[in-house]
């Protein structure tokens, strides 16, 4: 009787663990979603180039960057049009409800 009811306690003591382990992760996430739904949450986005060159900095409560995908046209070896998406060098950047397009330029460095 003592080694099942001890048993059953440890099992819930790991339960309890578990769940306040990770309910403190999840509880923050939502505190911060919620708080970020409504006031806005402080962001700083650094912008690099293929080079690792600092292109832009971009600072506001509410940000969203979006690559812009252009529709590419090539062919297969058997000459049938094959039609697919890549990213161009712009980028969509909504910053507290205003948009902006930029062009991240690619540098090249000769030695």
């Given at each position: 009787?003592?080694k099942?009811?001890?048993?059953?306690?440890?099992?819930?003591?790991c339960?309890?663990?578990?769940?306040?382990?990770?309910?403190?992760?999840?509880?923050?996430?939502?505190?911060?979603?919620?708080?970020?739904?409504?006031?806005g949450?402080?962001?700083?986005?650094?912008?690099?180039?293929?080079?690792?060159?600092?292109?832009?900095t971009?600072t506001?409560d509410k940000?969203?960057?979006?690559?812009?995908?252009?529709?590419?046209?090539s062919?297969?070896?058997?000459g049938s049009?094959?039609?697919?998406?890549?990213?161009?060098?712009?980028?969509?950047?909504?910053?507290?409800?205003?948009?902006?397009?930029?062009?991240?330029i690619?540098?090249?460095?000769?030695p």
């Amino acid at each position: 009787m003592k080694k099942k009811l001890r048993l059953i306690l440890l099992t819930v003591m790991c339960f309890c663990l578990i769940g306040g382990v990770t309910g403190c992760a999840v509880l923050d996430d939502t505190i911060n979603e919620i708080k970020g739904n409504l006031v806005g949450n402080g962001y700083t986005i650094r912008t690099y180039d293929n080079y690792g060159s600092k292109v832009m900095t971009t600072t506001g409560d509410k940000i969203n960057i979006q690559g812009n995908p252009v529709k590419t046209t090539s062919y297969s070896s058997d000459g049938s049009v094959v039609t697919g998406y890549e990213m161009s060098s712009v980028i969509t950047i909504n910053i507290d409800g205003k948009e902006s397009k930029r062009k991240i330029i690619r540098r090249i460095v000769l030695p």
